[in-house]
T-cell receptor, first 115, second 115 residues
C-alpha cells in the first residue's frame, strides 16, 4: 500500500520569503511518481510539479522546486519569493506502477502568505 | 473539450433521493479518478478506472455508491438514497497513460448538498 503524509496542516510565510512544505511517502514500489497540486479558494486543482523516482535531479518549475530525498522518502515543495497569490491549499500526491496507477493524496497544507 | 468537464457544477438534493454526477475526461485519457472532498479537508479516493474497468473500488464508502464508465470516456458516479454526510465536492480527474509519471488533470468539481 502507498501512503502520503503532510505533517503541516497550516503555515504562514512572509511575502517574498521562501517556504518549504513537507511531504513524506511510503511505498515498496521502486517505480513511482510524486506530484504537487495547488488548490486556491476557488477550488480548482492546479498541477505544479512532478518528480520521478528515477530522476537524478530535483525538479524545478519557475518558483517551485522539489527537494527529493529518496532515501528518506521525502519530497518537499519549496516555493521561492512567496506571493500573495500563493495562499492556497497544497497537496502532495503519489502514483506507483504496482499500485495500479492509483493516485494517492496527502491531507494537504494550507499556506497563508502575509503582506 | 479542452479540459475535464463535470456536471452539474452544483446539486442540491433532498435526503433519500438518488443523484448522478457526470465526468467527461480529456479526450484520449485512459485513466479516470473520482475523489470526494469535504469542506477544508483533503481528497478522499473513491474509485479509479483504467479504460472501462475499475481495478480499485476500495474507496467507495458504501453500497449506495456506484460508478461506471462507458466507451472509455464518460463516467457517472451514482449515489443512491443520499444522506447528509454525502454533502461534499466530488472531483473527477483524468490522465493520459498508465505510466507513473503522468499528471492528472482535474475538473472543477460538483458541489453536492443534501438537505
Amino acid at each position: 500500500a502507498q501512503k502520503i503524509t503532510q505533517t503541516q496542516p497550516g503555515m504562514f510565510v512572509q511575502e517574498k520569503e521562501a517556504v518549504t512544505l513537507d511531504c513524506t511517502y511510503d511505498t515498496s514500489d521502486p517505480s513511482y511518481g510524486l506530484f504537487w497540486y495547488k488548490q486556491p479558494s476557488s477550488g480548482e486543482m492546479i498541477f505544479l510539479i512532478y518528480q520521478g523516482s528515477y530522476d537524478q535531479q530535483n525538479a524545478t518549475e519557475g518558483r517551485y522546486s522539489l527537494n527529493f530525498q529518496k532515501a528518506r522518502k521525502s519530497a518537499n515543495l519549496v516555493i521561492s519569493a512567496s506571493q500573495l497569490g500563493d495562499s492556497a491549499m497544497y497537496f502532495c500526491a503519489m502514483r506507483s506502477y504496482n499500485a495500479g496507477n492509483m493516485l494517492t493524496f496527502g491531507g494537504g497544507t494550507r499556506l497563508m502568505v502575509k503582506p | 473539450g479542452a479540459g475535464v468537464s463535470q456536471s452539474p457544477s452544483n446539486k442540491v438534493t433532498e435526503k433519500g433521493k438518488d443523484v448522478e454526477l457526470r465526468c467527461d475526461p480529456i479526450s484520449g485519457h485512459t485513466a479516470l479518478y473520482w475523489y470526494r472532498q469535504s469542506l477544508g479537508q483533503g481528497l478522499e479516493f473513491l474509485i479509479y478506472f483504467q479504460g472501462n474497468s475499475a481495478p480499485d473500488k476500495s474507496g467507495l464508502p458504501s453500497d449506495r455508491f456506484s460508478a461506471e464508465r462507458t466507451g472509455g470516456s464518460v463516467s457517472t458516479l451514482t449515489i443512491q438514497r443520499t444522506q447528509q454526510e454525502d454533502s461534499a465536492v466530488y472531483l473527477c480527474a483524468s490522465s493520459s497513460q498508465q505510466g507513473a509519471g503522468t499528471e492528472a488533470f482535474f475538473g472543477q468539481g460538483t458541489r453536492l448538498t443534501v438537505v
